[in-house]
C-alpha cells in the first residue's frame, strides 16, 4: 500500500498536476481546464501525497460529525491503491467516522470504490459539468468506525 | 410584495447568526450553538459562500466546484411562516437564476428542524439521505438532501 504523508510546499508541481476537482477517484493527470488545485493550509483541509505518484485531499473536515470529503487523484498509478491508503489515514490518524466522495454516476471506477467499502447513498442531478453537459453524480460514503 | 434577497454586511452577518443562534437554528453546514462566529464566517470564507439577507434571516449559496451552474443553498430565517418561506425561498431561488446563472440547487439539511416543511412548497424535491452523518442531540442522524431547478 502506497505511504501517504504530509504536504509539502515542494508538492505543489504534483498536486497541480494531479488534481482535476472534488472527486473520489481520478487519474490521468489535470486537464488544461481542471479547477485550482485546494488550499493546502488550515484546519478544513488536509493535502496528503506519495511523492511522483499521487495525492489524497480530506476537505470540509469537522471533527464534531467526524466526517470528511475525500478525493484521490493520481498521474498514472492505480487510483485505487491511493483510495485505500487514505482510507486508513482518515480512520486511524485522523479518527473520522466516515468519509463521502464524488463519482460521476455510472463512473468507470465505481465497482473498485465499492470494492472497498463505499456504499453509493445520493445521486444528485446535473452535479458535475462534463464535456458540455451537467450529468448526475452520485456521493458515496465509506464508514470507518461504528462509534 | 416580491420580498427582497440582498447581499449581507458583515454586520448583519454577525446580527442574524447570533438571532440563529437564539433561535438554535443550523445553516450551511453550521451549527450555531456551537461554532463561534469566527469560526462559522472562516468557513463561509472557505467554502466561498453568497450570503444574503432574507426577511430577518439569512440565505446562502455555495458554488459547486464541479458545476458551475448548480450550487447549495440554505435558508434560516427565524419566526417564519410557511407563507413567508415559500415567498422567501421562491425569490431566493429565482436569484439564483437570473444573477448567478444556477440552473439547479441542492440543500443538504444541517440539523433537523421544521424547515424541510417548507422546501418542497418551493419547486425542491427530496433526493435521498447521507447515513449517520450529523451528530446531534447525542446520536448520529441521516442527513436528508434536496434538489430543483431554478427555472
Redesign the interface.
Known amino acids: 500500500m502506497p505511504e501517504l504523508r504530509g504536504y509539502r510546499t515542494r508538492d505543489a508541481g504534483l498536486l497541480a498536476t494531479a488534481w482535476q476537482?472534488?472527486?473520489l477517484m481520478a487519474t490521468g493527470g489535470a486537464g488544461p481546464f481542471a479547477?485550482p488545485p485546494p488550499e493546502p493550509d488550515?484546519h478544513?483541509?488536509r493535502v496528503l501525497v506519495v511523492p511522483d505518484a499521487g495525492v489524497a485531499v480530506l476537505d470540509?473536515i469537522?471533527h464534531?460529525?467526524?466526517?470528511a470529503r475525500l478525493s484521490v487523484a493520481t498521474l498514472d498509478a492505480p487510483v485505487v491503491d491511493l483510495l485505500a491508503a487514505a482510507l486508513v489515514v482518515a480512520g486511524e490518524r485522523l479518527r473520522l467516522?466516515?468519509v463521502?466522495g464524488?463519482l460521476p454516476t455510472g463512473d468507470e471506477q465505481q465497482t473498485a470504490a465499492a470494492a472497498l467499502g463505499f456504499v453509493a447513498?445520493?445521486?444528485?442531478?446535473?452535479?458535475?459539468?462534463r464535456d458540455g453537459n451537467?450529468v448526475p453524480?452520485t456521493?458515496w460514503?465509506a464508514?470507518l468506525d461504528d462509534t | 410584495m416580491t420580498p427582497e434577497i440582498v447581499p449581507c454586511t458583515t454586520a448583519q452577518l454577525r446580527r442574524r447568526l447570533e438571532l440563529l443562534t437564539d433561535h438554535r437554528m443550523a445553516f450551511l453546514?453550521r451549527?450555531t450553538r456551537?461554532d463561534p462566529v469566527a469560526m462559522i464566517e472562516d468557513?463561509f470564507r472557505?467554502?466561498r459562500a453568497r450570503l444574503f439577507t432574507a426577511g430577518d434571516g439569512l440565505f446562502g449559496v455555495v458554488p459547486?466546484?464541479?458545476?458551475?451552474?448548480?450550487a447549495e443553498i440554505d435558508i434560516a430565517v427565524p419566526g417564519a411562516s410557511a407563507a413567508e418561506y415559500t415567498a422567501l425561498l421562491g425569490a431566493a431561488i429565482r436569484l439564483c437564476r437570473t444573477h448567478l446563472d444556477l440552473?439547479?440547487v441542492?440543500r443538504i439539511e444541517p440539523n433537523r428542524d421544521g424547515r424541510a416543511a417548507h422546501l418542497e412548497p418551493a419547486g425542491l424535491r427530496p433526493?435521498?439521505?447521507?447515513?449517520?452523518?450529523?451528530?446531534q442531540d447525542g446520536d448520529?442522524h441521516d442527513q436528508r438532501?434536496w434538489?430543483g431547478q431554478t427555472a
Open positions: 476537482g472534488p472527486l479547477p488550515g478544513w483541509c470540509r469537522d464534531v460529525h467526524r466526517t467516522r466516515q463521502i464524488v447513498e445520493v445521486t444528485i442531478p446535473e452535479h458535475v459539468w451537467a453524480a456521493i460514503r464508514g | 453546514g451549527d456551537t468557513w472557505y467554502v459547486n466546484e464541479l458545476n458551475p451552474h448548480q440552473h439547479s441542492v433526493i435521498g439521505v447521507l447515513h449517520g452523518c450529523r451528530f448520529y438532501l434538489w
